[in-house]
Antibody, heavy 119, light 109 residues
Framework: QVQLQQWGAGLLKPSETLSLNCAVY????????WSWIRQPPGKGLEWIGD???????NYNPSLKSRVTISLDTSKNQFSLRLTSVTAADTAVYYC?????????????WGRGTPVTVSS | SSELTQDPAVSVALGQTVRITCQGD??????ANWYQQKAGQAPVLVIY???SRPSGIPDRFSGSSSGNAASLTITGAQAEDEADYYC????????????FGTGTKVTFL
């Protein structure tokens, strides 16, 4: 059973960089894709991107120019960076697993980190 | 990129059957997965692939697909099934991309 514990700054000003981390407990990095998904207040889910154990990344085209997802196997964690944030990036950010052959199947989720972008 | 469209809301009587649909071009090629999200909580996977349930998900949840649409059926809906439901699938514009549906709120009459 994989457990994901996530953390990061919850309040940012416009143009700053969002940085979130997700620690992995009980899972092997080679067994999954590692995903980030967000949900603006009162709205639906949006896939941000993912990374596999080899470091290969995939990003939502609408965010690709501003997103970096990275993996630190020595610390058993993966991270999200989103540059030049605006109010439109205000959301709850979730880390989640994706199956190796079906990366869109997200079995395990973190609790979510609310992020507010406001001047 | 692809889009997956869902009805915003459906209502059901306790113990009755409710079907939630998801439509989009990507579903002609890829299966939909379904997630349940209760207020203030992270989503939970309830159906994946053709019609598979993760361990611990009751068998009243089932999935099906036809053409460019997929459906989640709750047979004998229970009070605890009141939640938002989202479909997702791979994006038809790129195998390693994915897209979520717009979400359906299930409430009881």
């Amino acid at each position: 059973q994989v457990q994901l514990q996530q953390w990061g700054a919850g309040l940012l000003k416009p143009s700053e960089t969002l940085s979130l981390n997700c620690a992995v407990y009980g899972g092997s990095f080679s067994a999954y894709y590692w995903s980030w998904i967000r949900q603006p207040p009162g709205k639906g889910l949006e896939w941000i991107g993912d990374i596999n154990h080899g470091g290969s990344t995939n990003y939502n085209p609408s965010l690709k120019s501003r997103v970096t997802i990275s993996l630190d196997t020595s610390k058993n964690q993966f991270s999200l960076r989103l540059t030049s944030v605006t109010a439109a990036d205000t959301a709850v950010y979730y880390c989640a697993t994706g199956r190796n052959n079906w990366s869109d199947v997200h079995d395990f989720w973190g609790r979510g980190t609310p992020v507010t972008v406001s001047s | 990129s692809s889009e997956l469209t869902q009805d915003p809301a459906v209502s059901v009587a306790l113990g009755q059957t409710v079907r939630i649909t998801c439509q989009g071009d990507s579903l002609r090629t890829y299966y939909a997965n379904w997630y349940q999200q209760k207020a203030g909580q992270a989503p939970v996977l309830v159906i994946y692939g053709k019609n598979s349930r993760p361990s611990g998900i009751p068998d009243r949840f089932s999935g099906s697909s036809s053409g460019n649409a997929a459906s989640l059926t709750i047979t004998g809906a229970q009070a605890e099934d009141e939640a938002d439901y989202y479909c997702n699938s791979r994006d038809s514009s790129g195998y390693h991309l994915e897209v979520f549906g717009t979400g359906t709120k299930v409430t009881f009459l």
